[in-house]
Protein backbone atom coordinates (compact mmCIF):
# COMPACT_ATOMS: atom_id res chain seq x y z
CA UNK A 1 0.00 0.00 0.00
CA UNK A 2 1.29 3.42 -0.71
CA UNK A 3 1.90 6.10 1.43
CA UNK A 4 1.04 9.81 0.62
CA UNK A 5 2.59 12.42 3.57
CA UNK A 6 2.01 15.86 4.52
CA UNK A 7 4.11 17.44 7.10
CA UNK A 8 3.29 20.61 8.37
CA UNK A 9 5.91 23.42 8.20
CA UNK A 10 3.86 26.00 10.50
CA UNK A 11 2.16 29.27 9.42
CA UNK A 12 -0.33 27.60 8.02
CA UNK A 13 1.90 25.85 5.11
CA UNK A 14 1.92 22.26 4.50
CA UNK A 15 4.55 20.36 2.48
CA UNK A 16 3.23 16.82 0.98
CA UNK A 17 5.58 13.97 -0.28
CA UNK A 18 4.33 11.97 -3.14
CA UNK A 19 6.95 9.58 -4.16
CA UNK A 20 9.86 11.68 -5.33
CA UNK A 21 7.61 14.71 -5.77
CA UNK A 22 7.20 17.31 -3.40
CA UNK A 23 3.60 19.94 -3.59
CA UNK A 24 3.61 23.13 -1.08
CA UNK A 25 0.03 23.82 0.25
CA UNK A 26 -1.44 26.74 1.90
CA UNK A 27 -4.71 27.25 2.94
CA UNK A 28 -7.10 30.66 1.87
CA UNK A 29 -6.08 33.33 3.23
CA UNK A 30 -9.44 33.90 5.83
CA UNK A 31 -7.55 30.98 7.65
CA UNK A 32 -3.89 32.36 7.48
CA UNK A 33 -3.10 31.31 4.15
CA UNK A 34 -1.01 33.61 1.91
CA UNK A 35 -1.03 32.40 -1.50
CA UNK A 36 2.70 30.56 -1.05
CA UNK A 37 0.52 27.30 -2.91
CA UNK A 38 -2.39 25.83 -3.84
CA UNK A 39 -5.06 25.04 -1.84
CA UNK A 40 -6.59 21.83 -0.87
CA UNK A 41 -9.60 21.78 -2.52
CA UNK A 42 -7.76 23.26 -5.86
CA UNK A 43 -5.30 19.99 -4.79
CA UNK A 44 -8.22 17.74 -5.20
CA UNK A 45 -10.24 19.30 -8.33
CA UNK A 46 -7.10 19.37 -10.68
CA UNK A 47 -6.31 15.64 -9.62
CA UNK A 48 -10.08 14.83 -10.92
CA UNK A 49 -9.39 17.07 -13.88
CA UNK A 50 -6.30 14.92 -14.71
CA UNK A 51 -7.97 11.41 -13.44
CA UNK A 52 -10.61 12.50 -16.17
CA UNK A 53 -7.67 13.93 -18.79
CA UNK A 54 -5.84 10.14 -18.44
CA UNK A 55 -8.90 8.41 -19.70
CA UNK A 56 -10.30 10.78 -22.11
CA UNK A 57 -6.60 10.75 -23.62
CA UNK A 58 -6.51 6.83 -23.80
CA UNK A 59 -9.78 6.48 -25.61
CA UNK A 60 -8.78 8.90 -27.99
CA UNK A 61 -5.21 7.47 -28.36
CA UNK A 62 -6.33 3.92 -28.80
CA UNK A 63 -8.84 5.29 -31.43
CA UNK A 64 -7.10 7.57 -33.50
CA UNK A 65 -8.81 10.16 -32.72
CA UNK A 66 -6.78 13.71 -32.26
CA UNK A 67 -5.81 14.77 -28.63
CA UNK A 68 -3.70 17.81 -29.75
CA UNK A 69 -4.79 20.93 -27.53
CA UNK A 70 -6.76 18.47 -25.30
CA UNK A 71 -7.83 20.17 -22.50
CA UNK A 72 -10.04 19.28 -19.24
CA UNK A 73 -11.63 22.44 -17.25
CA UNK A 74 -13.32 21.82 -14.20
CA UNK A 75 -15.26 24.59 -12.42
CA UNK A 76 -16.16 24.35 -9.07
CA UNK A 77 -18.32 26.64 -6.42
CA UNK A 78 -17.28 26.91 -2.70
CA UNK A 79 -19.30 27.01 -0.16
CA UNK A 80 -18.79 28.05 3.91
CA UNK A 81 -20.73 26.45 7.08
CA UNK A 82 -18.83 24.09 6.75
CA UNK A 83 -16.44 24.97 3.95
CA UNK A 84 -16.79 22.50 1.38
CA UNK A 85 -17.17 21.86 -2.86
CA UNK A 86 -20.85 22.41 -3.64
CA UNK A 87 -20.58 21.55 -7.51
CA UNK A 88 -17.94 20.67 -9.69
CA UNK A 89 -18.14 20.57 -13.95
CA UNK A 90 -15.51 19.20 -15.20
CA UNK A 91 -15.66 19.71 -18.92
CA UNK A 92 -13.41 17.79 -21.76
CA UNK A 93 -12.53 19.60 -25.26
CA UNK A 94 -10.53 18.10 -27.96
CA UNK A 95 -10.45 20.95 -30.55
CA UNK A 96 -8.96 18.62 -33.34
CA UNK A 97 -11.12 15.76 -33.28
CA UNK A 98 -13.81 15.48 -36.01
CA UNK A 99 -17.04 12.95 -36.47
CA UNK A 100 -14.52 10.98 -39.36
CA UNK A 101 -11.90 10.66 -36.85
CA UNK A 102 -14.12 8.60 -34.54
CA UNK A 103 -15.09 11.39 -31.49
CA UNK A 104 -18.29 10.77 -30.83
CA UNK A 105 -19.82 12.68 -28.20
CA UNK A 106 -22.29 9.37 -27.18
CA UNK A 107 -19.44 7.30 -25.88
CA UNK A 108 -17.18 10.16 -24.28
CA UNK A 109 -19.30 10.24 -21.62
CA UNK A 110 -18.88 7.11 -19.96
CA UNK A 111 -15.07 6.91 -20.59
CA UNK A 112 -14.66 10.29 -18.78
CA UNK A 113 -16.72 9.45 -15.78
CA UNK A 114 -14.71 6.08 -15.14
CA UNK A 115 -12.16 8.32 -13.57
CA UNK A 116 -15.27 8.82 -10.37
CA UNK A 117 -17.67 6.81 -10.89
CA UNK A 118 -16.85 5.00 -7.74
CA UNK A 119 -16.99 7.63 -5.74
CA UNK A 120 -20.34 9.01 -3.86
CA UNK A 121 -19.79 12.84 -4.18
CA UNK A 122 -19.28 12.63 -7.85
CA UNK A 123 -22.44 11.60 -8.33
CA UNK A 124 -24.02 14.78 -8.35
CA UNK A 125 -21.60 16.22 -11.05
CA UNK A 126 -22.63 17.75 -14.26
CA UNK A 127 -20.82 16.26 -17.29
CA UNK A 128 -20.41 18.52 -20.38
CA UNK A 129 -18.46 17.53 -23.15
CA UNK A 130 -17.20 19.96 -26.05
CA UNK A 131 -15.99 18.81 -30.02
CA UNK A 132 -16.33 20.61 -33.19
CA UNK A 133 -19.72 21.29 -34.42
CA UNK A 134 -18.54 18.61 -36.81
CA UNK A 135 -18.14 16.11 -34.02
CA UNK A 136 -21.55 16.24 -32.96
Not at 14 to 29: M, S, Y
Not at 115 to 123: G, I, L, M, N, V
Request: charge should be positive.
Amino acid sequence: MATITTQYKGNMLFETAIGKHKLTIDVPDTMGGTDRGPQPPQLFVASLGSCIGAFVAQYCERNGIDTEGMTIDVTFDKVDDPTRLATSRPRSSCPRATAASGWRRSSAWPITARCTKRSRPCAAWTWRYSAPASAA
